[in-house]
C-alpha cells in the first residue's frame, strides 16, 4: 500500500490555477475590517498570515443547505476537515491539528478534557461573522495549534427586529425526518446605549441517506438529528464618554437529544450503513449545556493608545450516551453496568491589550498585554456519581508583545514573543475499579515556554502581496484521557512525561493577487511537533492519546473571478500531509489519518444574480479518494448543493437543496475510522425552505 503522495510540482501547480472565493467581497472590504482575532489595529494586508473573514451573507448564504457550523467551515475552508454531521467534533481538523474556537475571544475549546463538543456551543442565528487565522499561532493563547475560530456574535445595528422560520424534510419522505427552526432578534440604539437580544429554537428530525434510509444515531458521542436546541442572547454597549465604551455579552445555548431511536449497526465488510429503528434510550440522551459570558472595556485614549481589557466566563457540560463499557463496570455496583460519563468545565479568565502606534519610531507599532485563565475540568460518569477524570485546576498568565514595522516602502516587518507560564494542579485520586482502582499521588507539574513569531510582507506590486512567517502554537495534550487510563501502582502526576505541553512550529509562505475581475492566493506551509498529539481509537471507539513526533505539510489555493457584478465564479483546493514517529527513532514513518488529517479536496461555485430580487448558488465539494501506509483507504466522493433566493417587501424566502444528486456515501470520517457501530451514510438529497424578514 503507497502512502498518500508527498507535494509535486504539478499538484503546486494546479492549486495555484484553482481560484476559489476568497471569501471576501474584495481587498478593500477586508481592508476596513478589524479582525479582533489579530489583537491589534493592524491592516489585514500586513499580517503575514492567511486571515479569513466569512462574514454574514456567506454564512446565509450556507444556511441554506446546512445549520452544522463544521459543515459551513468545510464548504468555505477546504483546509478544514469534512463534518461528521454529528454531534461531535472529534477528527474535524484545520490543517492537521484542532483550531483554537472561540466566541467574541472567549475559548471554547476544553483541552485538559477534550471532549469535541466545542464545534456546538452557539446557534448560527446569533453568528455576525468568523474569522479564522490558519496555522499554529500563540496570538489568542492556549489551543491554536491548528488555528483560530473566532466566532463573532450579533451587534446591534438599527433600531429593528428580525424574523426568520425555517423547514426541512428529505425529499424520500418521512414525518419523522422534518425540522423546524425559528428565530427572533431585536436591536436597539439611543444616546450612547445599544442592545441586541434574540431566541432561536429548532426540532431536529432524522436524516436520511441516498437510499432513503434513516442514517444510524450515535448514541454515545451524541447527534444533531432527534433533538432539540435553544439560544438565548444579549449583546449590551454603553458608550461611557468620547473615547470608552463597555460591552457585555451572554449567550446560553443547549442542545439535547430526544432518545426517541436507537441504533442498529453497520456492517464495513459487506459495505452495509448503520441505520436506526424507533426505540427508547436508555439512560439520558446526549446533549450539550453551554454558558458564556463576557464584559469588555475599551478606551482608545491611554497612554497615546487603545486599551480593551475583557473579563470573561464560560461553563460548559457535555453529556455523552451509555453503554455497558468495560471501563465503567465496578462489581460494588452490581454485574453489567449501565452508566454515561458528562464532561464539566468551567473557564475563567482576563485579557488586557495596549496598542500603541508610532512608539518611538513614526512606523512602528507595539500591541502588549497580559492574558490569565483558569480552567476547572473532569468527567464524571452521571449516573453512578463516579469521576472517571479526577478535577484538574489549570492555571495560565501569559504576558506578550508584538512590535510591527512598516517605515521600509512596500515591506512590513513584524516580530513578536508570548511567555507561557502554567500549572495544572490534580489532587490524590483512584481510578475506577476497571483500571485495577490504582491509586495515583497528585501533583502540581509547571510548564514554562517562550513562544516567538516572526514575518515579513512584501507589497511586490500593488496587485500582488508576497508573505512568509514562523510562529509557535501551544497547547495542553488531552489530560483527561491520560490520568483516568492509569493503572500502574506507585504512579504519581508530576511523574507523566504524557502532561507536557504541545508545542508546534508553523512556517508559511503565501501569495495574493488582486485584480479588477479576479482575486487568487496560495499558500504552503508546515507543522512540526517534537511532542504531538495524536488520537488512536480502541476496541469501544474511545480514544488514546499517543504522544510522538508529528510533521504536517500542506498547500492551500483559494481565488473568484466575476464575470460581471451579477455573476462569479470561485474555486478552492486544499491538500495536507501528515506522518508521525510510530517507533519513536525520531524519524517520522507512519501516514496520520483521518482522524487527524483532511482529505485533498477542492470546492467550486457559481452565484448569479438573475434578477434584482433573485439570486442562486451552485457548489460542489469534491473529495478525492487516498491509500495510506497504514492500511486505511478513503474512496472520495462529490455533493452538489443548489440554492436560491426570491426578495419581496415582506422577506427573503429560500429554497436550498443539500446533496441535489442524492448521493448515496460514507462519511469521510466513517471511512477513515471503519467501525460497523460508525459506519455512518451521508446525508442524501434535503430540501430547506426558509424565510427571513427584518423590519
Known amino acids: 500500500m503507497s502512502a498518500l503522495p508527498r507535494f509535486t510540482p504539478s499538484r503546486l501547480a494546479l492549486a495555484l490555477l484553482l481560484c476559489s472565493p476568497l471569501l471576501q467581497a474584495n481587498d478593500d472590504a477586508i481592508e476596513h475590517i478589524q479582525v479582533s482575532a489579530t489583537r491589534s489595529s493592524a491592516p489585514v494586508s500586513t499580517v503575514p498570515a492567511t486571515i479569513t473573514v466569512i462574514t454574514q451573507e456567506q454564512i446565509a448564504s450556507q444556511l441554506a443547505f446546512t445549520q452544522d457550523i463544521s459543515a459551513i467551515l468545510g464548504n468555505l475552508l477546504p483546509g478544514f476537515s469534512p463534518s461528521r454531521q454529528k454531534l461531535t467534533s472529534a477528527g474535524e481538523t484545520l490543517r492537521g491539528r484542532e483550531p483554537l474556537y472561540m466566541i467574541d475571544g472567549v475559548p471554547q475549546s476544553n483541552p485538559l478534557r477534550n471532549g469535541s463538543r466545542d464545534g456546538k456551543t452557539i446557534d448560527p442565528a446569533m453568528i455576525e461573522r468568523i474569522e479564522v487565522i490558519r496555522g499554529a499561532n500563540a496570538i489568542q493563547g492556549m489551543g491554536a495549534s491548528g488555528g483560530i475560530i473566532n466566532i463573532i456574535t450579533k451587534s446591534a445595528a438599527d433600531n429593528r427586529h428580525q424574523l426568520s422560520a425555517g423547514f426541512t424534510a428529505p425529499t424520500a419522505g418521512g414525518s419523522d425526518s422534518q425540522s423546524y427552526k425559528a428565530s427572533y432578534l431585536h436591536s436597539y440604539q439611543q444616546q450612547g446605549f445599544a442592545v441586541v437580544a434574540g431566541v432561536a429554537a429548532s426540532n431536529t428530525g432524522m436524516y436520511r441517506d441516498g437510499n432513503g434510509k434513516l442514517i444510524g444515531v450515535d448514541g454515545t458521542q451524541g447527534d444533531t438529528m432527534d433533538s432539540r436546541s435553544i439560544d438565548v442572547f444579549i449583546k449590551t454597549r454603553q458608550q461611557l464618554s468620547a473615547t470608552e465604551t463597555l460591552q457585555l455579552m451572554v449567550n446560553h445555548y443547549k442542545l439535547r437529544g430526544n432518545g426517541d431511536y436507537v441504533q442498529v449497526p453497520g456492517n464495513v465488510a459487506q459495505g452495509v450503513a448503520a441505520t436506526s429503528v424507533r426505540g427508547e434510550t436508555e439512560g439520558k440522551a446526549p446533549q450539550n449545556k453551554i454558558t458564556t459570558a463576557s464584559l469588555d472595556y475599551t478606551n482608545q485614549a491611554v497612554l497615546g493608545g487603545s486599551l480593551s481589557w475583557q473579563l470573561f466566563l464560560q461553563d460548559f457540560a457535555a453529556l455523552y450516551g451509555g453503554g455497558r463499557f468495560a471501563a465503567f463496570q465496578d462489581p460494588a455496583y452490581g454485574e453489567n453496568l449501565y452508566d454515561q460519563s458528562q464532561n464539566k468545565s468551567t473557564k475563567y479568565g482576563s485579557r488586557l491589550t495596549w496598542f500603541k502606534p508610532n512608539l518611538a519610531l513614526s512606523a512602528l507599532d507595539l500591541s502588549t498585554g497580559v ?59 483512584t481510578t475506577l475499579a476497571s483500571y485495577n482502582s490504582t491509586f495515583v499521588e497528585g501533583g502540581e507539574p509547571d510548564f514554562n515556554e517562550l513562544l516567538t513569531n516572526a514575518g515579513v510582507v512584501w507589497q511586490f506590486h500593488p496587485n500582488v502581496r508576497l508573505y512568509g512567517s514562523y510562529s509557535e502554537g501551544f497547547s495542553m495534550p488531552d489530560v483527561g484521557r491520560v490520568l483516568r487510563d492509569i493503572n500502574t501502582p506507585g504512579l504519581s502526576v508530576d511523574s507523566f512525561l504524557t502532561l507536557q505541553p504541545v508545542i508546534s512550529d508553523n512556517l508559511e509562505l503565501g501569495v495574493e493577487f488582486s485584480f479588477d475581475n479576479w482575486q487568487l492566493r496560495a499558500s504552503a506551509y508546515r507543522s512540526d511537533s517534537d511532542l504531538g498529539s495524536r488520537l488512536e481509537p480502541d476496541a469501544d471507539g474511545i480514544y488514546s492519546v499517543m504522544r510522538e513526533k508529528t510533521e504536517i505539510d500542506g498547500i492551500e489555493a483559494e481565488g473568484q473571478y466575476y464575470f460581471s457584478s451579477d ?129
Do not use: M
Request: glycine share 8%; hydrophobic share 35%.
Open 567 to 695: 455573476s462569479q465564479l470561485g474555486f478552492s483546493y486544499a491538500r495536507t500531509n501528515g506522518r508521525f514517529d510510530s517507533d519513536n527513532d525520531g524519524k517520522v514513518d507512519t501516514d496520520l489519518g483521518g482522524v487527524n488529517i483532511a482529505p485533498e479536496r477542492l470546492n467550486l461555485y457559481w452565484q448569479q444574480q438573475w434578477l434584482p430580487a433573485l439570486s442562486s448558488r451552485l457548489q460542489a465539494n469534491i473529495l478525492f479518494s487516498h491509500r495510506l501506509n497504514t492500511a486505511e483507504q478513503f474512496n472520495g466522493y462529490t455533493t452538489l448543493d443548489l440554492s436560491s433566493n426570491y426578495d419581496t417587501a415582506y422577506g427573503r424566502w429560500t429554497l436550498g437543496i443539500e446533496n441535489l444528486t442524492d448521493k448515496q456515501y460514507f462519511t469521510y470520517y466513517a471511512q477513515s475510522t471503519p467501525a460497523n457501530a460508525r459506519y455512518f451514510a451521508g446525508i442524501g438529497r434535503t430540501l430547506n425552505l426558509s424565510w427571513s424578514h427584518s423590519f
Open 371 to 429: 492574558d490569565w485563565l483558569q480552567d476547572k475540568t473532569y468527567q464524571e460518569l452521571a449516573l453512578t456519581g463516579r469521576n472517571w477524570v479526577p478535577e484538574a485546576k489549570f492555571n495560565n498568565i501569559a504576558p506578550f508583545a508584538q512590535l510591527r514595522y512598516s517605515a521600509v516602502p512596500d515591506w512590513t516587518f513584524s516580530v513578536g514573543g508570548r511567555y507561557e507560564y502554567g500549572k495544572l494542579k490534580v489532587a490524590d485520586f
